[in-house]
């Protein structure tokens, strides 16, 4: 802090330096003047390392703001009646200090008379009750065990007791509701009857005994309210629409432990479940859905096809819903065979429908609604067979083995039908047509096939089934057409015959070749086919040899053997006789269309009639070859064969080709 003198001195310096010393007489310096001392000393002095120095300096400069005569003569005088004042006003608060400390003291001195005295009074009591707090302590000590064994006896009773409520709730009467607050109380039941095992493990035996008889006799209760109540709520899904309760679920999850209820129960759903089925079926038949619609299917028996399909489809549909309750029946139930259970179960349940299914599926197939219909019937009655078998499983052995009783039963009388069709086509052997094409039975054979390779097509049977199938009715009804055919045409000559089985046989292929699995029968047809062609190729060149005057040349030619001579000394074998019939052949070579056997205007396709044509045509130009090479042959002694012969057989192939 600035000390009165530190100001007082900065003062001094201000004063001297702004206002000079005295002129001495000469006008030079003084050395003894008490002021040119002050003035050498305040010249000395450095400032800038003087610190209090500096800050007087800074303190003065607050007040000291007019640097003239009068404010330097008056500074000093300034300066202590600032400091008077500093000092007036430091006395004055020090004083309300010390009024503040007398207070703060004497309340000190009353609070530690009341604490004397209350130490006093302590200290008495302290004697007074030292014994009262002995007891206290020690039945504080006593309270503390008995509350930890009161925590212990409420642990002990937590876990194997029930409370009142959960008594009352599983001791209630049979007929009363099943809630969420039994299950807990069974399953409670269940967990202590688990862990008091753990008691016979330890000195508490005879507790543990009796807790858990309690338990067993408690459960056996218990389990045999809820088998009532489900056996009861069990009866009451007789309608078509059932809804599977979280309570019911719950009641088959708790009856697992006992498989004996577990088993009644399911059975008994199966009885409802049985009945419900059985009458919608009904009621489908005859009544139709609410108000009508869909309309009953007995409404369509008319068209056997949709009639049986509805009638299937309807089982499907109900056999799928029926796995469909029982998986939400048991989807809490975790025992090894629930699959097998719910199969056993929807098949039970189907099991009703089984008797009216069949009597109106055996009427449909006993009437004969025809071959085609009846194959229809069969795959309809094969793929709900597969289907049905794929939801529920072989378990519902009665319904999948009636529909199967069904499915052969109009696969036979299919079959029989066929079979009937080809003895009647036996019985009365239809002739062949003028043109000798395909008669009418064996196009409407063929229709047949048509209709019947059509449905097996679009039919949803599993492929090895249908191509077994296949297999079968292509025996059934191809292997009797053939035999139609040849017998048709035995009294044919060789060319009409030919001619009548391609065609026969190329319908046959026509109408295969648009199915699947047919490939077989399709190579057995075409190597009829092409041995009938080869008879017709043959008929066709000899027929051209014959016309054009070659065939008995030919003939000759491949008859001849070198020990009977040149051929020119056989009879009409000759030079001339070869040149009158080169004439003719040159007739038939400027217009080879015009030698065509009349049946080749009968072949159907246009594309055997071309092969028939072209391969023939071979034929004679090979012919034509062999004539040619014998001609040619010097052995043969024909003079001027080259005038006999005029044409090469290049020549004649490029003519005829």
């Known amino acids: 802090p600035l000390t009165l003198a530190t100001v007082m001195a ?62 330097r003569r008056n500074l000093r005088g300034d300066i202590e009646r600032r400091s008077l004042s500093i000092n007036e006003e430091f006395v004055r608060v020090f004083k309300e200090v010390k009024e503040d400390l007398e207070s703060v003291h004497e309340d000190v001195q009353a609070m530690s008379a009341c604490c004397q005295d209350m130490t006093s009074r302590l200290k008495l ?24 064994r009161s925590e212990v006896v409420d642990a002990f009773l937590s876990k194997f007791q029930l409370n009142a409520d959960e008594l009352n709730i599983l001791r209630g009467p049979r007929e009363g509701p099943i809630t969420e607050d039994f299950f807990k109380a069974l399953g409670k039941v269940k967990l202590i009857h688990n862990d008091v095992k753990v008691l016979l493990r330890t000195n508490q035996q005879t ?47 708790a009856l697992q432990d006992r498989p004996i209820l577990y088993n009644y129960t399911l059975d008994e ?179 047949l096939l048509r209709e019947v390779l059509s449905s097996h097509d679009s039919s949803v049977v599993p492929m090895d089934a249908r191509q077994a199938d296949f297999v079968q009715v292509l025996s059934c009804i191809m292997d009797p057409l053939l035999q139609l055919c040849t017998v048709s045409a035995s009294n044919l000559d060789t060319a009409d015959m030919a001619t009548y089985m391609v065609n026969s046989l190329h319908l046959m292929k026509t109408t295969l070749a648009l199915y699947e699995f047919t490939d077989k029968r399709l190579e057995m047809l075409q190597f009829q086919i092409e041995a009938h062609l080869d008879t017709l190729i043959n008929e066709q060149a000899s027929f051209v040899l014959t016309r054009a005057g070659l065939s008995y040349i030919y003939n000759s030619i491949q008859q001849h053997k070198p020990e009977q001579g040149p051929l020119s000394a056989l009879a009409n074998m000759d030079g001339g006789s070869l040149k009158a019939a080169m004439v003719q052949f040159d007739r038939y070579l400027s217009s080879p269309d015009s030698l065509l056997m009349p049946q080749l205007n009968f072949i159907l396709s246009g594309t055997l009639k071309e092969k028939i044509f072209k391969r023939s045509t071979e034929l004679v130009c090979g012919a034509y070859s062999d004539i040619h090479t014998a001609v040619m042959s010097p052995a043969n002694d024909y003079k001027e064969a080259t005038a006999i012969l005029q044409r090469s057989p290049q020549q004649v192939q490029t003519l005829l080709s």
Not at 225 to 252: N, V
Not at 310 to 320: K, N, R, V
Request: glycine content about 8%.
């Open 207 to 253: 507790a543990g005994l009796e807790i858990m008889e309690q338990m067993a006799l408690l459960q056996e209760t218990s389990y045999e309210k809820l088998y009532r109540w489900a056996q009861a709520d069990c009866r009451t899904l007789t309608q078509e629409t059932c809804d599977i309760s979280p309570a019911q679920t719950r009641a088959m999850e």
């Open 10 to 71: 900065a003062a001094a310096v201000v004063t001297g330096t702004a206002g000079g010393a005295e002129p001495g007489g000469g006008g030079g310096p003084h050395t003894h003047n008490p002021l040119a001392r002050k003035l050498h000393k305040i010249l000395e002095t450095r400032l800038d390392s003087d610190k209090d120095m500096l800050e007087a300096l800074k303190a003065l400069s607050v007040f000291f703001t007019e640097n003239s005569l009068r404010t």
């Open 125 to 148: 009591a302290k004697d007074q009750t030292q014994d009262l707090i002995t007891k206290t302590t020690k039945l504080q000590s006593e309270n503390q065990r008995l509350e930890i």
């Open 269 to 447: 759903f199966g009885t409802a479940r049985r009945s419900a089925v059985v009458r919608g079926f009904i009621d489908a038949l005859t009544r139709g859905g609410p108000g009508g619609t869909p309309r009953p299917i007995e409404m369509h028996s008319h068209d056997p096809l949709r009639y049986v399909g509805d009638m299937l489809a309807w089982l499907h549909q109900a056999a799928a819903s029926e796995k469909e309750h029982l998986e939400a029946l048991l989807k809490l139930v975790t025992l090894q065979g629930v699959e097998e259970n719910i199969q056993q179960i929807v098949g039970h349940v189907t099991e009703g429908v089984c008797r009216p299914l069949k009597v109106r599926i055996e009427q449909v197939i006993v009437a004969e609604p025809g071959a085609v219909l009846l194959y229809k019937l069969s795959n309809l009655l094969k793929f709900y067979h597969h289907t049905i078998s794929g939801i529920v499983g072989n378990c519902a052995a009665t319904l999948l083995t009636t529909i199967e009783e069904m499915h052969v039963l109009s696969k036979k009388m299919f079959f029989n039908s066929l079979g009937l069709h080809a003895s009647k086509l036996m019985d009365k052997v239809e002739l062949p047509p003028p043109d000798l094409g395909p008669t009418s039975a064996l196009t409407h054979t063929l229709s």
